[in-house]
């Protein structure tokens, strides 16, 4: 881990910082929008985009190189106000996975006492959560914030949770001052510990990065980073800056 890049400002006490992990292949308007509805939602101080080295569950790996991704995420971010991109989940020199109960362990260390460090989420990931590496493990080091659907509540939490956890209504020891609603839940394991687990209804983008990553292959002209690319007048999906790199080196034909 690089820990200037990975806490880049963060050190201090107090911080509130949610880390932000994913391929970001390419990194997108959607998770923009996530990174700053939990900023509005928690008065984030910091949140940490990490594109991951080794995803263990996509043994065939991202399309673009981390290189490539990092430096994507790094445009998609300027001059957004608390966003950093976080070197964290970079590839290890061993070629092992990385594993994101073990990123925010790292992370938490680098933290002082009085700090928060959140693990930041969109719907999908969340419904994959129990293929994850220790994941029950996850939410007692950073508690979780997933954004839901637009328009749908985010229903089937208890069979998205990992084996070992239940879910309970919070309490008001676990609510923040938000500035947008949040939905409070308290995730307890078999020993009895518990951790605050939040929800952001509504907030999450409907974008694809796969079907982004196949509208750019077929290279449509005027279309490239746009949903819907074969219909005129598509909404953007991709930072301009995103979509000028990617046509420059040439990526996802």
């Known amino acids: 881990m690089n820990p200037p890049d990975s806490l880049d400002g963060t050190r201090k006490g107090g911080s509130r910082v949610a880390f932000f992990g994913g391929s970001f292949d390419p990194p997108h308007l959607g998770h ?10 928690f008065r984030l101080n910091t949140v940490l ?12 790996g991202s399309t673009a190189s981390f290189e490539q991704r990092v ?39 680098g933290l002082g006492a009085d700090s928060v ?17 220790r994941a029950a493990e996850i ?14 509540p985010l229903s089937g939490l208890d069979d998205a ?3 070992g956890l239940t879910i309970e209504a919070g309490t008001e020891a676990d609510l923040v ?14 020993v009895g510990d518990r951790a605050p687990f939040y929800v ?27 949903a819907h690319s074969g219909e005129d007048g598509g909404k953007a999906v991709l930072p301009d800056a995103v979509r000028e790199y990617v046509q420059a080196h040439g990526l996802y034909r």
């Open 161 to 163: 949770l990992p084996e």
């Open 49 to 60: 985009f990490a594109p991951v080295g080794v995803q263990p569950l996509k043994p065939e």
């Open 200 to 226: 952001l209804p509504g907030l999450h983008e409907e974008i694809s990065a796969s079907e982004i990553r196949e509208g750019l292959r077929r290279r449509l002209p005027g279309q490239a980073g746009r």
């Open 117 to 133: 460090l959140y693990c930041l989420m969109g719907a999908d990931s969340f419904f994959g959560l129990k293929r994850w590496h």
């Open 177 to 190: 001052e938000a500035d947008v609603e949040v939905q409070v839940f308290s995730l307890v394991n078999r």
């Open 71 to 109: 430096a994507m995420t790094r445009l998609a971010i300027a001059g957004q106000v608390g966003f950093r991109v976080s070197l964290a989940d970079a590839p290890k020199s061993t070629g092992a996975p990385n594993y994101t109960l073990e990123t925010l362990k790292e992370l938490r260390a």
């Open 32 to 41: 923009l929008a996530v990174a700053r509805a939990a900023c509005d939602a």
């Open 139 to 152: 939410p007692f080091v950073a508690p979780l914030i997933v954004a839901s659907r637009p328009g749908e």
